[in-house]
């Protein structure tokens, strides 16, 4: 039998949403083993000057948790 625990992680990024979710779980990776899933809770960008400064992500992160 697997246990499995979610975890919240924010992450960002200057180019886009998809690659502040990839910051976000290569990050997390490198703290979390057995990371099984993630999926987008949130997501918003700020803006500076009339312009989109920056992609922000509320990822939940799945992994099983060792025997």
């Known amino acids: 039998m697997s246990i499995a625990k979610v975890t919240e992680?924010?992450?960002s990024s200057s180019k886009s949403f998809d690659d502040a979710v990839e910051n976000g779980i290569?990050?997390?990776s490198k703290t979390l083993?057995?990371?099984t899933g993630a999926?987008?809770?949130d997501q918003k960008v700020t803006v500076k000057?009339?312009?989109i400064d920056e992609?922000?992500?509320v990822l939940k992160i799945s992994f099983v948790l060792d025997d």
Do not use: C, M, N, P
């Open 9 to 11: 992680v924010i992450s």
């Open 26 to 28: 290569e990050r997390a």
């Open 33 to 35: 083993k057995g990371i």
């Open 39 to 41: 999926w987008v809770a």
């Open 49 to 51: 000057a009339g312009k």
């Open 55 to 57: 992609y922000r992500v």
